[in-house]
């Protein structure tokens, strides 16, 4: 199955600030469409999982400019600029280019 | 709006039997590919199972760490999803969630629902 590695455990941040969360996939997620499988999801407390990007770099209606996924091949990246208070959260990436389905083990951006 | 509301969950012993139910609303279930996730204690998330459309004849899809235990059904006439868990283990303790999407598998996520399975 493929691996997703999110390396950050946590990410500290202070408002205003910009902060990038990576993502490793063990194998390339480019499918033949020319599109990656990867996506990035935002949990918090008390709200029901968010998507945020799906196919690296597209965001789901509603979702802030400020989230902007990019990356490829097995390399991806998810970077909020200007954080709010409500960014802080715990962010997931997730691979649907194979079944079992993977995701990454979570990254938790906290407040300075 | 898209509704999904999971319900079933309960603190059962190790070996016994659960059935979780995830009824929906907002969409056209009977077109949808619907799914269950779970999280641990520990809040790593993990693919559990798949099912696909009437037009798919209803085709089935299980991670390994589940396969054999746990069934995924639906009834379109419910607009529900179901994930019968039999053999349960302590490591099937988690918050269920029922997902559904578009763009990817899991667009939309329920609240979830908690198993605990523990003697």
């Known amino acids: 199955q493929i691996t997703l590695t999110q390396q950050a455990e946590s990410l500290w941040v202070s408002p205003g600030e910009k902060v990038s969360i990576t993502c490793r996939a063990s194998?390339?997620?480019?499918?033949?469409?020319?599109?990656?499988?990867l996506s990035w999801y935002q949990q918090r407390p008390g709200q029901t999982t968010k998507a945020l990007i799906y196919?690296?770099?597209i965001r789901t209606d509603g979702v802030p400019t400020r989230f902007i996924g990019s990356g490829s091949g097995t390399e991806f990246t998810l970077s909020i600029e200007d954080v709010q208070p409500e960014d802080i959260a715990l962010y997931y990436c997730?691979?649907?280019?194979?079944?079992?389905?993977?995701f990454g083990a979570g990254t938790k951006l906290e407040l300075k | 709006e898209v509704q999904l509301v999971e319900t079933g969950g309960s603190l059962v012993q190790p070996g016994k039997s659960l059935k979780l139910t995830c009824a929906t609303s907002?969409?056209?279930?009977?077109?949808?590919?619907m799914h269950w996730v779970r999280q641990s204690p520990e809040k790593q998330l993990e693919w559990v199972a798949q099912?696909?459309?009437?037009?798919?004849?209803?085709?089935?899809y299980y991670a390994e760490s589940v396969k054999g235990r746990f069934t995924i059904s639906r009834d379109d006439s419910k607009s529900s999803v179901y994930l019968q868990m039999n053999s349960l283990k302590e490591e099937d303790t988690a918050i269920y969630y029922c997902?559904?999407?578009?763009?990817?598998?899991?667009?939309?996520w329920g609240q979830g629902v908690m198993v605990t399975v523990s003697s």
């Open positions: 997902t559904w999407g578009i763009t990817t598998p899991v667009d939309y």
């Open positions: 907002g969409f056209t279930f009977s077109n949808a590919w």
């Open positions: 099912i696909k459309a009437k037009s798919n004849n209803y085709a089935t």
């Open positions: 194998q390339s997620l480019l499918y033949t469409d020319g599109k990656h499988y």
């Open positions: 196919h690296a770099s």
């Open positions: 997730l691979q649907t280019l194979k079944k079992p389905y993977t």
